[in-house]
């Protein structure tokens, strides 16, 4: 059942009340919010002092309804970072508002946090991608929103952010800087790619037509969220990181007979939610040592 059975615009009432529920019930102040794509919800065991609530329990958040999506939103600590991790995210696919699936990042905008990272599942486009590499995002395509599916859609919000936000620098250079330094100092460079997402509104893979599309399109992979939740991060002034799990290869060969399927998607998720972890966790050590990066 979803909580929040607003199909248009959440106010800013909803945020406000959602954010003093959550800093009433908690002593954490994040400054590094993390989004757990599929599988991924692992992200969140390095935390230290950690501190869990279901998202059913909190006033007019989504629920998650996916496979491999915990429902829960855990604060804790890394390298004397106080964070808030979503252990799994909303989809249009489910049936969700956009602004219903982005409602967190205003919440997290409006507690202090001034970091976003996301992570998500994603299909390998690039011929050279290799199921299990990971994608540091570079750039993306948002192609629901072309076709009017777009999270700033209605009245603007100046308390949030501008009417015609900037999207060229979606994603903070220097933290993909650091990502790919670390990504050497672990020896896991070898399977770590920079790259652009790709997304689509789901909740089927895409046919083998559409996947040629999209890589004539300059689409290196190709998922069902982020990118969302990135727009309004963006819009509110937040600095992004992005990585991507290539769990299968999108086919482009009418030949190929083997078929993704989401089980596949977490399996993959689970081998190599390790390596992410620890590159996600020295970034955010990282990145809280580093105040010489810049906020865009």
């Excluded at 977490?266 to 390596?275: P, W």
Aim: contains cysteine.
């Amino acid at each position: 059942v979803h909580n929040n059975k607003k199909c248009y615009c959440c106010s800013f009432e909803d945020y406000k009340l959602t954010t003093e529920w959550l800093l009433n019930q908690t002593s954490h102040r994040p400054k590094i919010a993390v989004i757990c794509g599929s599988g991924l919800g692992l992200l969140a065991a390095a935390a230290t002092d950690k501190q869990t609530f279901h998202y059913q329990d909190i006033p007019n958040f989504p629920v998650s309804t996916v496979a491999g999506h915990e429902g829960c939103l855990v604060f804790g600590t890394i390298g004397g970072k106080s964070c808030v991790f979503m252990q799994g995210h909303f989809h249009l696919y489910e049936g969700y508002s956009l602004c219903q699936v982005t409602f967190p990042v205003r919440v997290f905008r409006m507690m202090g946090v001034d970091t976003l990272v996301v992570t998500n599942a994603s299909g390998g486009i690039c011929p050279d991608f290799k199921v299990g590499d990971i994608m540091i995002i570079k750039d993306h395509i948002n192609l629901p929103g072309f076709a009017g599916q777009h999270p700033l859609c209605g009245p603007n919000d100046e308390r949030f952010g501008i009417r015609f936000p900037c999207m060229s620098d979606a994603y903070c250079k220097e933290l993909r800087r650091l990502a790919l330094d670390i990504s050497v100092e672990l020896g896991c460079e070898g399977f770590v790619r920079e790259g652009v997402y790709c997304m689509v509104s789901g909740p089927n893979f895409e046919t083998i037509a559409e996947a040629r599309m999209l890589m004539v399109l300059g689409s290196d992979s190709v998922g069902m969220s982020t990118v969302p939740e990135v727009t309004v991060a963006k819009h509110c002034g937040l600095r992004v990181f992005g990585l991507s799990l290539i769990t299968n290869k999108v086919s482009l060969d009418y030949s190929r007979e083997e078929k993704v399927n989401h089980e596949e998607v977490l399996q993959i998720s689970k081998m190599r939610a390790e390596v992410l972890q620890k590159v996600v966790t020295t970034l955010i050590c990282r990145c809280s040592q580093d105040q010489s990066i810049n906020t865009h």
